[in-house]
């Protein structure tokens, strides 16, 4: 399967401790994103990368969330000192962009969190 | 900050009615993208449209994109079991080639057989 994966795809934890979660693109993609998505609403925008450059921050994340993309590759998402409002799906995704738009993002499956 | 709203948010429909989700942005887009997800899966994309007025067809399902490029609309002819799910229209935040894509709230559709 050469799709987006993401890890782990379920995360329970108490509140107050840290996650990671990883994502692997299509490989031959350029751009990652980190969404977050909560029961009927459309994906929020956390994050991107073009490479391993983060271009934009959504001004919605605290600092307690950080996220890499060290080698222009795979991404990990980092919450830090979960709390309840935390958990939701969180999306990555990938594309292709192009000179005159962003492309198709390719969603992977999602890691859901619940901070409980 | 730029919002992009759709109507209606749920739509029930009998199997061979039709059905249509209305998306508007509060700015002007470069661009406008559509995504359906399935319950319990994640968001896929459908279709692409740049031009003001463009038009673009996939058997059943109908795109539409505002002369004034800040509204579009989906129309799903003679609806199926198979169209259940929620779809997404999403727009770039600022240049075209910008990553930041807003994503409106969905329309859920359910087809009853």
């Known amino acids: 399967d050469t799709g987006v994966s993401q890890d782990p795809r379920h995360k329970i934890t108490k509140r107050g401790q840290n996650v990671t979660f990883r994502c692997d693109p299509i490989?031959?993609?350029?751009?990652l994103y980190w969404y977050r998505q909560t029961l009927g609403q459309g994906p929020e925008f956390l994050t991107y990368f073009q490479n391993e450059a983060q271009l934009e921050k959504s001004r919605l994340l605290s600092d307690r969330f950080s996220a890499e993309r060290p080698k222009g590759s795979f991404s990990t998402l980092e919450i830090q000192r979960t709390e309840q409002g935390d958990s939701a799906m969180y999306l990555c995704a990938s594309s292709l962009a192009q000179t005159t738009n962003t492309g198709e993002l390719f969603f992977g499956e999602g890691s859901r969190l619940t901070v409980l | 900050g730029q919002q992009v709203m759709q109507i209606p948010q749920y739509q029930h429909v009998q199997e061979g009615e039709d059905f249509t989700t209305y998306c508007n942005s509060s700015t002007t887009l470069s661009n406008i993208q559509w995504y359906k997800q399935r319950p319990g899966g994640h968001p896929v994309f459908l279709i692409q449209l740049v031009k003001s007025g463009e038009v673009k067809k996939q058997k059943r399902l109908t795109f539409q994109f505002g002369e004034a490029k800040k509204n579009s609309s989906l129309h799903i002819t003679a609806t199926q079991t198979t169209d259940v799910g929620t779809y997404f229209c999403a727009g770039p935040s600022g240049s075209g080639n910008t990553g930041k894509l807003i994503f409106g709230q969905g329309t859920t559709l359910q087809v009853k057989p």
């Open positions: 490989s031959e993609h350029n751009r």
